[in-house]
Every structure is written in structure tokens, then in C-alpha cells.
């Protein structure tokens, strides 16, 4: 006689008490720090933010000019649209204030340790937890914690890369990198060096040019497209002037007052944002047209030094490397104040650069607009199964299941992990659904009494042979230098981006496909797999607590949140249909 099956002594939605230790308080913790209450119960979650302040890269970065070089409307959560942004391309402290007004807007900070530094994580697979050491930067002391999931959200781009060459210490100016500025430091009268042409660079240099007496030398050794704003025609739907980028306090009373007229606003800049995909496949009637629109403009901008447009101006595809509007950039560089110099960089000296033509150019501080180590394993030793480092997984390129798995590290998810970035529409839809993915997975676990959830080796490869076969057609594999490929940027693999668009990504990350993972159960092999059926109850007609109600609400599914209300008469008729994606 088989032995019956042991019932587990608890509701079916009972939800087993998990510790959730989330690395990074910028857009992404904070938006875990928002759905992981709001979805999960029994959740003990804790965010370890190693600065003194949320806000992730824009905390970090405060470089002048700092922006957002996407629509601010297109680069805010979902749920929480901002009426008030000063600009189309709003300013970093905005975008920071705007953070940090959401993490206390949705009650984040009490989960968020600031001034927290993740030292070192470890998968110890006898207790199926991950062992974290933690140092607080603010008293230097270390700690032990331990968590049944791990989400890395510390973004892709918050490890500076300082240039390596040589004598680049010897110089006895001010030195600085563009996300480690010195705020306190007086660029008037000053001959400044500015090292890149990278988002970064193009944002700094039209703000340092202005700067009285300025002398600059821009130090540029690739070719890059800068791009026009926003085409007319999206321009004249909004109804902004492209040479006036900036909101009127009337018309932020007005998307403030008319909620329906913001909507419409965001919307016009998704829809805009979300059918220029095509630009990105070489040879694609829109990229050769973007090309011939883009390369007049910018021989126009820069028609008092044509040579500038010589040289800038590429044979790559439009997106290759990060495409950015650069207000003012152009026209920056044409001023009598600045110097571009395109002969290789030699050595920096005690006084200056000296480049490979034997030229030296004296200069006071030297801004290095040099980037990010991207696509890289976190900065810090991150150990999963068997002593394997995610730095050695992620040689010879990184790769991550949908961006955000990696097989040999059980219960750990990324947030904008490799190939999560896009070439167009918006990214925070798409770290939403990342989270959306990852707060899934951990109710998985929770609920269905899974002890850890990795997904399968050969699903990781395929994903990997998928993004390596998509990008073939693509402007990305086109012969540039960009943060976007592998090998430091060099390489023939694409790690930065995701192998399709916006809307592909969104679609991938709405269901997770299960079966791609490996699970084992609480009971391990041969236990009851079932055991998580529980006792007959939900936890939602149980007497609360404090026995003066119930557990939940006994009726939930009446709630219009969980109603999916069909249109009457056929779909097909209605306008809607047309319009709406099917849900699942
Ligand atoms: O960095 P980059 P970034 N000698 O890697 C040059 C985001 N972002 O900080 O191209 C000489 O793009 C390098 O030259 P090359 C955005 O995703 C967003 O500017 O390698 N030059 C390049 O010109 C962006 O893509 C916003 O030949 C050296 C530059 O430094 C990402 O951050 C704003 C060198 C690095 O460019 C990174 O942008 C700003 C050397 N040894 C940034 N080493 C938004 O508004 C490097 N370079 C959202």
C-alpha cells in the first residue's frame, strides 16, 4: 500500500517567509522596492544601496549638463507620470529629485539601507542561501547576511572606466571622471581637456565651452552620429518647438490640470519611439534615410569647421554606437575656444596630453568622458554553484537567459543585466518588466515550495546563439567601437543590447517560460511535489491575526483590479481590438 500523501498544515496561499536582498537603490531597486510589497507577502526584503543617497546613476552622475538625452516622458515609471519634468530632456537633478520622490511616494526607503556596500556574495548550496558581506561606508563596519534570492540592480553602468594611459597619474591638475565629478572645482579661465565622444562627452562640452575663458580641447579618436532631437512632424504632434526644448510653467500647470493631455503627450512619444525600430536593421530604407537626414544636419551644425564634420561624421550605421540628440554639441565644438584633436593620445605628462604626433597640449584638468565597464560581473565577487565566479561565466562574453538569469546561480536575477539596453523606445517599460519577471519568479518559489529556481545551461546557450544570429542584421555589428559589443567594445558579440525591440522585449519577459528552469523542491528528490496544495484553505477566508476579520479579502476576485472585462458584441467589431494587445 502506497503511503498517503502528507498534507502540509497550511493554506495554499500561505506564502513560505523568504529573505530578498536586492544590490542598488537607482530605477530599478527602487522598483522592486515597490512591487515586492505591493505583490509578495512574507517578504523580508532589504535594498543595500552603497551610496548615501537612492537614485543609482543619477545620484552618481552630476557632471554639467547632465540629462536625460531621451524623453524625460518616456523615462519615468509607468504608474507614476510626471507632469512637472522642466524639459524634454530633463535634467539629472530632476530626474534624481523624481526617484527619490517615488521612494518615498510608495513607502521604498523603509526597506533601503543607505551607505551600504555589497563586498562579496556567495551561493552556499548545503543551506540553498546566498551569503552576502556587507561593509557600511559610513562606519566601516563589516557584516554577514544571508537571503534565499538575490536580485543584482545595480545597472550597467555605475563601474567608471578610467583611460588607460600611461602617465594618466602623474598629471598634477584636476583629474576627473565624468561620473565621479568634483563639483567644488572652477573651470573659469582654465584649459581643459576633455577625453571621448560618448553620451557623456557630447553632454559635458557645449556646457564647458561656455564656461568664462574657457580653453578646451576635445580629445576624439572615433567617429559618431549625432542625431536631430525628435523628427518634425513627432515635434508638431506635441506641439514643441524643436529649438525650444523647455516647459513653460503653464504648460506644466496644463499636463498637471489634464491628466488626459499628458497621456496623450507619453503616448505620442512611445508610439514615435516604438515604430522607428526598423532604423536599427542595416540597410533598412529608414536607416538610409536617417543617414542622408542626419549627416546634412550635422554638416549644417558644423558648416565654421567643416573638417570637424569630416572627420565625425561615420560610415557605420545610424545606432551602432549609442546614437544621442546632443543639443549644442556641434555647435560647441565649431566655437574659436575649443581645439579637436584627433591625433591619437601618446601619454598624459605632469602638464598635460602628449599626443603620438609629438604635439603637447598644456591643460589644467583633463575630464576623462571615458565610460563605463559594461557587460561586465559586478565589481565585486559573486560566487554561485560550485565556487564558479559570475566573472568567470561572463568570460570570454557575458550572457544572461533574457538578460536576467544565469545558469550555475541559483535564486539570482538581474535587473538591466547584459543585453537589456535598446536602440529605441523606452527602457524603464522595460526594467518594469524585468521586475514584473523576477517578483513572479520569487512567488514561485514562495508559493509553490521551491527551494531554488536556476535556469537550464542549454537555455542560457541558446538565448546566446539567438542574440549572436539576430544582431547579424543589424547596424550593431556594423565595424564601430561601442559599449554595446563585447571585449571592451571591440568584440563580435552584441552584449549591451536586447536582440530585438522594445516591444519584442516586453513580449518575451510578459510569461515566463518555466520549463527553461531547473527547480528543486523544499522536500528534495522524491518528496511531494504537491505538498504545496496545503490544507484546503487560501489564507484569505482564515480569521486575520487579530480575529476581528479575515485574512485577505474573501471576495478579491470581484475587484475590478483582478476583472478582465471583455467589450460586448464580437471583439472584432470593436475599435479597441485593433488596438489593445491581448492579455494573458
Ligand atoms: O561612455 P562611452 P559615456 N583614449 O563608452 C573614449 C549612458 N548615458 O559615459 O569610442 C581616448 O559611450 C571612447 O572612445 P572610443 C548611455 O547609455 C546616458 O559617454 O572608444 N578615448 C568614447 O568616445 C551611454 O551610451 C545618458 O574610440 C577614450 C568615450 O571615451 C553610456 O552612458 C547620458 C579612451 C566613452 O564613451 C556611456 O556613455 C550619458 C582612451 N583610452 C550617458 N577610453 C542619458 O542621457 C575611452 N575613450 C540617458
Not at 553602468?157 to 600611461?166: M, R, T
Not at 568570460?395 to 544565469?406: F, G, H, K, M
Not at 561601442?482 to 543590447?497: A, E, H, N, P, Q
Request: aromatic share 12%; with cysteine; charged share 25%.
Amino acid at each position: 500500500m502506497p503511503t498517503p500523501p502528507q498534507l502540509k498544515e497550511a493554506p495554499i496561499d500561505g506564502h513560505r517567509p523568504m529573505k530578498v536582498r536586492v544590490i542598488g537603490a537607482g530605477y530599478s531597486g527602487i522598483y522592486l522596492g515597490i512591487r515586492i510589497p505591493q505583490r509578495l507577502r512574507n517578504v523580508d526584503l532589504q535594498i543595500y544601496e552603497k551610496n548615501e543617497a537612492v537614485g543609482g546613476t543619477w545620484w552618481v552622475n552630476r557632471y554639467p549638463g547632465c540629462a536625460c538625452d531621451i524623453p524625460a516622458h518616456s523615462y519615468q515609471y509607468s504608474f507614476n507620470p510626471n507632469p512637472d519634468w522642466s524639459a524634454f530632456y530633463a535634467p539629472q537633478k530632476e530626474i534624481c529629485a523624481y526617484l527619490q520622490g517615488s521612494a518615498e511616494k510608495y513607502g521604498v526607503m523603509r526597506y533601503v539601507k543607505l551607505s551600504h556596500n555589497v563586498e562579496s556574495c556567495r551561493w552556499d548550496d548545503s543551506r540553498k542561501k546566498w551569503i552576502l558581506n556587507v561593509k557600511r561606508t559610513d562606519t566601516g563596519e563589516i557584516f554577514e547576511d544571508d537571503a534565499d534570492v538575490l536580485i543584482a540592480a545595480r545597472g550597467n553602468l555605475s563601474d567608471p572606466a578610467w583611460p588607460n594611459i600611461p602617465g594618466l597619474q602623474s598629471f598634477q591638475g584636476e583629474t576627473m571622471h565624468s561620473a565621479r565629478w568634483n563639483e567644488d572645482y572652477d573651470f573659469k579661465n582654465k584649459r581643459i581637456g576633455v577625453i571621448g565622444n560618448g553620451s557623456s562627452a557630447i553632454q559635458i562640452v557645449p556646457k564647458l565651452q561656455k564656461i568664462e575663458g574657457a580653453q578646451l580641447s576635445c580629445f576624439v579618436r572615433s567617429k559618431t552620429w549625432i542625431t536631430n532631437p525628435f523628427g518634425d512632424s513627432v515635434m508638431n504632434k506635441l506641439g514643441l518647438d524643436p529649438k525650444k526644448l523647455d516647459f513653460s510653467p503653464e504648460q506644466r500647470q496644463e499636463f498637471a490640470n489634464n491628466p488626459e493631455k499628458l497621456y496623450n503627450f507619453r503616448k505620442i512619444i512611445e508610439l514615435d519611439g516604438n515604430t522607428i525600430h526598423d532604423v536599427s536593421l542595416r540597410g533598412s530604407a529608414m536607416q538610409q534615410g536617417a543617414i542622408g537626414l542626419f549627416g546634412t544636419a550635422m554638416r549644417e551644425r558644423l558648416a565654421k569647421k567643416p573638417e570637424i564634420a569630416e572627420f565625425l561624421i561615420p560610415s557605420f550605421g545610424i545606432g551602432c554606437r549609442r546614437a544621442t540628440p546632443g543639443p549644442g554639441y556641434l555647435e560647441a565644438l565649431a566655437e574659436s575656444n575649443v581645439d579637436f584633436i584627433t591625433d591619437p593620445i601618446d601619454t598624459v605628462t605632469a602638464t598635460g596630453v602628449a599626443l603620438k604626433s609629438g604635439r603637447e597640449v598644456p591643460l589644467d584638468a583633463l575630464v576623462c568622458a571615458t565610460g563605463f565597464n559594461t557587460g561586465s560581473a559586478p565589481p565585486f565577487p559573486v560566487y554561485g554553484k560550485g565556487e564558479l565566479s559570475l566573472q568567470s561565466r561572463f568570460t570570454p562574453y557575458p550572457t544572461a537567459y533574457l538578460s536576467l538569469a544565469v545558469d550555475g546561480f541559483p535564486n539570482f536575477f538581474m535587473m538591466l543585466g547584459p543585453n537589456s539596453a535598446i536602440g529605441s523606445g523606452s527602457l524603464t517599460v522595460i526594467l518594469e518588466n524585468e521586475g514584473d519577471y523576477i517578483v513572479k519568479a520569487i512567488r514561485k518559489l514562495q508559493k509553490e515550495d521551491y527551494a531554488t529556481i536556476s535556469v537550464k545551461p542549454e537555455r542560457v546557450r541558446d538565448w546566446a546563439d539567438y542574440c549572436h544570429e539576430y544582431f547579424k542584421k543589424t547596424v550593431y555589428t556594423d565595424q564601430c567601437h561601442s559599449w554595446y559589443k563585447s571585449d571592451g567594445g571591440f568584440g563580435d558579440r552584441i552584449t549591451g543590447l536586447w536582440p530585438g525591440s522594445a516591444l519584442h522585449a516586453l513580449e518575451a519577459l510578459r510569461a515566463p517560460r518555466w520549463e527553461d528552469f531547473d527547480y528543486e523542491g523544499l522536500e528534495g528528490e522524491g518528496g511531494n511535489r504537491m505538498k504545496w496544495l496545503g490544507d484546503g484553505w487560501s489564507v484569505t477566508h482564515m480569521p486575520s491575526e487579530d480575529g476581528k476579520g479575515w485574512g485577505g479579502d474573501p471576495a478579491w476576485y470581484m475587484e475590478p483590479c483582478f476583472m478582465d472585462i471583455p467589450l460586448p458584441g464580437r471583439p472584432e467589431d470593436a475599435e479597441e481590438f485593433k488596438l489593445r494587445p491581448f492579455s494573458h
